[in-house]
C-alpha cells in the first residue's frame, strides 16, 4: 500500500516563496514517479509539476520558470519550490505516485488518471 503525505502549504504573501513537499511510504521509493497537482474552488484538478524514477522532470507552462521539482532518496521525499506566487496560485496542492513505466511520454506524467495514488492535499493561500 502505497502512502503519500502533503506538508508545507499555508498562507503566503503575493511574490513570496513556498516548498511543498510529500513523504512516500509503502512501497520502494526508487520506482515512484511523483506528480504534482493543485485544484482550486469550482476548477478541474490541474497539473502542476511531475518528477519521473529516472529523475526526468515536467512543468505546466504556467510553472515554468517558478518552480523546481526535486527529490530526495534518502528521505522519501519530493519537494515542489514555488516562487513569484500569485493570487492565481491559490489551491488545494496534491501530490500523487504510480510506480515504474506504466505508459510513455509526457503525457503519461501530466494527467490525473494515471496516478493511482494520492494525498490528502494540503492548502496553499496566495494573498495580494
Known amino acids: 500500500q502505497v502512502q503519500l503525505g502533503e506538508s508545507g502549504g499555508g498562507p503566503m504573501q503575493a511574490g513570496g516563496s513556498l516548498r511543498l513537499s510529500c513523504a512516500a511510504s509503502?512501497?520502494?521509493?526508487?520506482?515512484?514517479?511523483i506528480g504534482w497537482f493543485r485544484q482550486a474552488p469550482g476548477r478541474a484538478r490541474e497539473f502542476v509539476a511531475a518528477i519521473s524514477w529516472r529523475g526526468r522532470t515536467y512543468y505546466d507552462d504556467s510553472m515554468k520558470g517558478r518552480s523546481t521539482i526535486s527529490r530526495d532518496s534518502a528521505k522519501s521525499t519530493v519537494y515542489l519550490q514555488m516562487s513569484s506566487l500569485e493570487p492565481e496560485d491559490t489551491a488545494v496542492y496534491f501530490c500523487?505516485?504510480?510506480?515504474?513505466?506504466?505508459?510513455?511520454?509526457?503525457?503519461?506524467?501530466?494527467?490525473?488518471?494515471?496516478?493511482?495514488?494520492w494525498g490528502q492535499g494540503t492548502q496553499v493561500t496566495v494573498s495580494s
Open positions: 500523487a505516485a504510480f510506480l515504474w513505466d506504466p505508459c510513455a511520454g509526457s503525457g503519461c506524467y501530466t494527467t490525473p488518471t494515471n496516478y493511482p495514488y
Open positions: 509503502g512501497r520502494t521509493f526508487s520506482g515512484f514517479n
